[in-house]
C-alpha cells in the first residue's frame, strides 16, 4: 500500500472504516435527590435534539449529506441518535486528505462519504451507595469511501467534554486496484493518537492497544487533572469537611481508574 494512499481502484472503494468512540463523565451526588438531579440534568443536556445536532455538525465536517435521521428519547432517561448519510461527487479523490494527522474541528467540509451512518446512545447511571454517577455516550461513525472517520474525532471530543475516553478504530474488507491487487487498507495509520489534536494530549492520560496486521486500533483515555469542584452535584469542596473532600476524591479517582483500565480495584481502606 502506497504510504500517501493515492491509489487507482476498479471501482468503488468497498472498504469499510468504523470509529467507535465511547465517553464518560463522573460526578458526585451526595444525596438521592441530587442524584436525581444530576440525571435529569444529564439527560436533558445530552437530550435527542442536542446530539441531533453535534451529529449534524460532524456530518458537516466529513462532508456528509444526511439523508434521514431517527432519534427517540427514553423513559426514564436516555436518547439514541441514527443518522443515514450519503455522498456528493469527488471531483479528484486525490484532493482528500488521508494522511495521518488530526482532523478539522467545525468550519470546514474534508471529504464526502457515502453508505454510511453515524449514531449515538447514551446512558446515564448512579451508583446506589457512595454517590458516584456515570453518564455514558456511545457514537460510532462508519464509513464506506476515501476517507477515514477520525478525522471526526476531535470535534466529537470537543463537543462531549469527557473523564475517560475508548476510541476503537478498525478498518474491514478490501478494494481492488486497476491491477487487481487486493488492498486492506488505504491510508497510513500507526496509533489514533496521531489523529487528535496537541490540546487534547495536554489534557489526558492515553494509551494504545494496537493489532496492526488485522487494522485494528485502541486508544484509551483519562483526563490528567481533577478539580473536584466540577465534579460536586449541588454543593462544593468549600463546603464540605476535610476529611470528607479526601474521601470524595479518592472514590472519584478509583471510579475513573476502574474504567479507564478495565476492572474493579479493591477498596484501599479494607
Same mark, same amino acid.
Given at each position: 500500500m502506497?504510504?500517501?494512499?493515492?491509489?487507482?481502484?476498479?471501482?468503488?472503494?468497498?472498504?469499510?472504516?468504523?470509529?467507535?468512540?465511547?465517553?464518560?463523565?463522573?460526578?458526585?451526588?451526595?444525596?438521592?435527590?441530587?442524584?436525581?438531579?444530576?440525571?435529569?440534568?444529564?439527560?436533558?443536556?445530552?437530550?435527542?435534539?442536542?446530539?441531533?445536532?453535534?451529529?449534524?455538525?460532524?456530518?458537516?465536517?466529513?462532508?456528509?449529506?444526511?439523508?434521514?435521521?431517527?432519534?427517540?428519547?427514553?423513559?426514564?432517561? !436516555?436518547?439514541?441518535?441514527?443518522?443515514?448519510?450519503?455522498?456528493?461527487?469527488?471531483?479528484?479523490?486525490?484532493?482528500?486528505?488521508?494522511?495521518?494527522?488530526?482532523?478539522?474541528?467545525?468550519?470546514?467540509?474534508?471529504a464526502?462519504?457515502?453508505?454510511?451512518?453515524?449514531?449515538?446512545?447514551?446512558?446515564?447511571?448512579?451508583?446506589?451507595?457512595?454517590?458516584?454517577?456515570?453518564?455514558?455516550a456511545?457514537?460510532?461513525?462508519?464509513?464506506?469511501?476515501?476517507?477515514?472517520?477520525?478525522?471526526?474525532?476531535?470535534?466529537?471530543?470537543?463537543?462531549?467534554e469527557?473523564?475517560?475516553?475508548?476510541?476503537?478504530? =478498525?478498518?474491514?474488507?478490501?478494494? =481492488?486496484?486497476?491491477?487487481?491487487?487486493?488492498?486492506?487498507?488505504?491510508?497510513?495509520?500507526?496509533?489514533i493518537?496521531?489523529?487528535?489534536?496537541?490540546?487534547i494530549?495536554?489534557?489526558?492520560?492515553?494509551?494504545?492497544?494496537?493489532?496492526?496486521?488485522?487494522?485494528?486500533?485502541?486508544?484509551k483515555?483519562?483526563?490528567?487533572?481533577?478539580?473536584?469542584?466540577t465534579?460536586l452535584? !449541588?454543593?462544593?469542596?468549600?463546603?464540605?469537611?476535610?476529611?470528607?473532600?479526601?474521601?470524595?476524591?479518592?472514590?472519584?479517582?478509583?471510579?475513573?481508574?476502574?474504567?479507564?483500565?478495565? =476492572?474493579?480495584?479493591?477498596?484501599?481502606?479494607?
Amino acid at each position: 500500500m502506497p504510504t500517501n494512499g493515492k491509489i487507482k481502484l476498479q471501482g468503488f472503494n468497498n472498504l469499510t472504516k468504523s470509529l467507535s468512540f465511547c465517553i464518560y463523565d463522573v460526578c458526585y451526588a451526595q444525596t438521592a435527590e441530587q442524584k436525581a438531579e444530576y440525571i435529569e440534568y444529564i439527560d436533558e443536556q445530552y437530550n435527542a435534539d442536542r446530539l441531533t445536532e453535534i451529529l449534524s455538525e460532524c456530518c458537516e465536517i466529513i462532508g456528509a449529506n444526511i439523508l434521514n435521521v431517527a432519534r427517540q428519547d427514553y423513559d426514564p432517561q !436516555g436518547a439514541s441518535v441514527t443518522i443515514l448519510v450519503a455522498e456528493e461527487p469527488v471531483k479528484d479523490s486525490e484532493d482528500v486528505d488521508t494522511t495521518e494527522k488530526p482532523g478539522p474541528l467545525p468550519d470546514s467540509v474534508v471529504a464526502h462519504l457515502d453508505k454510511s451512518h453515524i449514531c449515538v446512545h447514551t446512558y446515564p447511571e448512579a451508583h446506589p451507595d457512595d454517590g458516584i454517577c456515570t453518564f455514558r455516550a456511545d457514537i460510532e461513525v462508519s464509513t464506506c469511501g476515501i476517507i477515514s472517520p477520525l478525522k471526526a474525532l476531535n470535534y466529537l471530543i470537543h463537543q462531549l467534554e469527557s473523564d475517560i475516553v475508548t476510541v476503537d478504530y =478498525r478498518v474491514r474488507g478490501f478494494t =481492488r486496484d486497476i491491477h487487481g491487487v487486493k488492498h486492506y487498507i488505504d491510508h497510513p495509520i500507526n496509533s489514533i493518537q496521531n489523529f487528535i489534536t496537541e490540546d487534547i494530549h495536554d489534557h489526558y492520560q492515553m494509551l494504545d492497544v494496537n493489532v496492526y496486521q488485522e487494522n485494528i486500533f485502541h486508544t484509551k483515555m483519562k483526563l490528567k487533572d481533577l478539580d473536584l469542584n466540577t465534579y460536586l452535584f !449541588g454543593t462544593t469542596k468549600e463546603e464540605l469537611p476535610d476529611d470528607q473532600v479526601l474521601e470524595i476524591s479518592e472514590r472519584l479517582n478509583k471510579e475513573m481508574d476502574e474504567i479507564f483500565y478495565g =476492572r474493579n480495584m479493591p477498596d484501599m481502606k479494607k
